[in-house]
């Protein structure tokens, strides 16, 4: 590809970054649906990507890039979000959002003059200790995050099992008063006990 090409393509792909927001503390119940139907309300959604959370044991996104139609309804996202708490599903989980960064996205092109490289360590490299050490520290904090995903999932399908309860304790009162109403009881009753009823 020519540097011409490469710079165009970059380019475009820079202008994506510009549109796209970048979500996260996601309830692992939100789906692509979900959010579409939560930021169309800003403009137009035109994709949602899932970031991979290859940290967990399973893989359960909690974060998202959200490409919407321009940088202006990106912006207003943001800004929104930022401002006021934010729910998905219902889940007593505000959802943060920030600009999208060029780094965030997978199978990018590269940046025309860019060159990256990569090389083994050896056991006696001074960078060794190091390298062995974030490992650690990498793993370590892989096990206390999946230990918190644990107890959220716990907490909110707790949540959502009360709020389904309360909705079909809700329905149940609605469809009483449908009833009492349709049979002709409540207007007995208003006679009974001299109250007038509005007609419909």
């Not at 990256?116 to 793993?139: G, V």
């Not at 107890?151 to 959502?160: S, T």
Request: proline share 6%; aromatic share 8%; hydrophobic share 40%.
């Amino acid at each position: 590809m020519g540097s011409s090409a490469a710079q165009a393509d970059y380019a475009a792909f820079e202008e994506k970054v510009k549109r796209t927001v970048y979500l996260d503390n996601l309830s692992p119940k939100v789906t692509e649906s979900v959010v579409k139907m939560a930021l169309n309300q800003f403009g137009t959604v035109k994709s949602v990507q899932f970031i991979p959370n290859y940290m967990e044991p399973r893989n359960i996104p909690q974060c998202a890039l959200v490409e919407m139609e321009n940088s202006r309804q990106a912006g207003a996202v943001v800004s929104e979000i930022s401002q006021f708490p934010f729910m998905m599903s219902g889940m007593p989980r505000p959802v943060r959002a920030r600009p999208a960064e060029v780094e965030m996205f997978d199978g990018h092109p590269i940046k025309p003059g860019r060159r990256i490289q990569c090389r083994w360590l050896k056991a006696s490299d001074p960078d060794f200790k190091i390298a062995t050490e974030i490992k650690r520290l990498t793993w370590k904090h892989a096990a206390e995050v999946a230990f918190l995903l644990k107890q959220q999932l716990l907490e909110e399908e707790k949540l959502a099992r009360q709020q389904q309860d309360k909705l079909i304790g809700h329905y149940k009162k609605y469809e009483m008063v449908d009833s009492i109403i349709a049979d002709g009881t409540a207007r007995r009753l208003a006679r009974r006990y001299n109250m007038h009823i509005a007609e419909d």
